[in-house]
């Protein structure tokens, strides 16, 4: 079974400073995927960044990237020049490789960040 | 291009009564899954649909059951509702073999007293 743990329940930073959240993971699993997803107070889930366990490159996504040590089981992931409209819940997520649609999502506890002006 | 949609927003039961909350996905997809978010904690996986069929369960009880249609659009049931089951149930939908195509609605607040 796949598990999620985020160890940072809350982080607070100043607006334009660089935030970096922790996850680790555990999973039997030779390929998998793995996301970090914002909650903002909409209560909406969207999707931040993927990573695809066999690709070696870390993903980056304007401003967000992550750091992907497979060997460690860690996927942490980096907020550059932080914006207000960063402040959100963030969970990062694992999911067994696609066999024919999607595969269910193992989410971590989450992290509740606050970008301060 | 409409998102998932999910109704109603929030809902107010009794313990030992049955709910039924409504999902339609994002256009152009025909899978359907079903979270459950307790208060302060992630997403928990109850189950997925594909084909009109549960293709996979997470460790939810039989109380928890669902349906999809065959316009994609989903429902999740509840019967015997217990205090425990307050949460924001979200639902997503995704498509074909998009990696990580999930879309996610905006979730049912639901409260048992």
């Known amino acids: 079974a796949q598990t999620v743990t985020q160890s940072q329940p809350e982080m607070s930073v100043q607006e334009a400073e660089t935030v970096t959240l922790s996850c680790t993971y555990d999973?039997?699993?030779?390929?998998?995927?793995l996301f970090w997803y914002k909650q903002p107070p909409s209560r909406q889930m969207i999707l931040v960044i993927r990573?695809?366990?066999?690709?070696?490159q870390n993903a980056t996504e304007n401003r967000f990237s992550v750091n992907f040590q497979k060997a460690a089981k860690s996927f942490s992931l980096k907020i550059s020049d932080s914006q207000l409209g960063d402040t959100a819940m963030y969970f990062c997520?694992?999911?067994?490789?696609?066999?024919?649609?999607?595969?269910?999502?193992?989410f971590g506890q989450g992290t509740r960040l606050t970008i301060n002006p | 291009d409409a998102g998932v949609t999910q109704s109603p927003t929030h809902l107010i039961k009794t313990r030992g009564q049955q709910v039924t909350l409504r999902c339609s996905p994002k256009?152009?997809?025909?899978?359907v899954s079903w979270y459950q978010q307790a208060l302060g904690q992630g997403p928990q996986f109850i189950f997925q649909?594909?084909?009109?069929?549960?293709?996979q369960r997470g460790n939810f009880p039989d109380r928890f059951s669902g349906h999809q249609f065959p316009n994609y659009s989903s429902e999740l049931n509840v019967n015997a509702l217990l205090l425990g089951d307050s949460a924001l149930y979200l639902c997503?939908?995704?498509?074909?073999?998009?990696?990580?195509?999930?879309?996610f609605g905006s979730g049912t607040r639901l409260t048992v007293v």
């Open positions: 999973t039997s699993e030779n390929n998998y995927y």
């Open positions: 990573q695809e366990a066999y690709k070696q």
């Open positions: 256009s152009g997809h025909d899978t």
């Open positions: 997503a939908s995704s498509g074909g073999q998009g990696v990580g195509g999930y879309t």
């Open positions: 649909y594909y084909e009109e069929e549960e293709r």
């Open positions: 997520a694992s999911s067994p490789p696609l066999i024919q649609g999607a595969q269910k999502l193992v």
